[in-house]
């Protein structure tokens, strides 16, 4: 099911990283180190969000330096290394005072479910996508999981 929501009614954007604001593809190198890609277009959506004072976030259970630079370049705050994103959540919302009805929660993988039920509105980008470009697909292809 496919459903338009206005971004007055939310509260806070919560997104997980990994195939999220990636193309879901991790590439590795001879030595054995990781490298993902990100779409430039997505720091173009996140400014747009600090212009209409929408917070937005990123929780991730894995802790990656990756994870660091991006929210650095977003100027997103970033939250890693989270074994439980339903308590991260929460105290996330206690702390800044957001209604969790009102918080949209993007994510993709299994480790999502409980996050994205536990909020108002949630998304998932639609896999394959031509581009890697999260913001987009959620504002103007997203699948709503509630």
Not at 114 to 124: D, K, N, P
Request: charged share 20%; aromatic share 8%.
């Amino acid at each position: 099911m496919s459903l338009k929501i206005s971004l007055e009614g939310i509260d806070a954007l919560i997104f997980d990283f990994d195939g999220v604001l990636t193309n879901n593809l991790v590439h590795l190198d001879q030595e054995g180190k990781e490298w993902v890609s990100c779409s430039r277009a997505d720091g173009l959506a996140f400014d747009v969000l600090r212009k209409l004072e929408k917070p937005a976030y990123i929780i991730s259970t894995e802790e990656n330096p990756v994870v660091t630079a991006r929210a650095k370049k977003l100027k997103i705050q970033a939250l890693q290394g989270i074994t439980n994103k339903v308590d991260a959540l929460c105290a996330l919302a206690k702390e800044h005072n957001y209604n969790l009805n009102r918080i949209l929660y993007v994510g993709n993988d299994l480790n999502d479910y409980y996050v994205m039920q536990t909020c108002g509105f949630s998304a998932c980008p639609i896999e394959p996508r031509p581009t890697n470009n999260a913001f987009i697909t959620l504002l103007y292809n997203f699948v709503m999981l509630n």
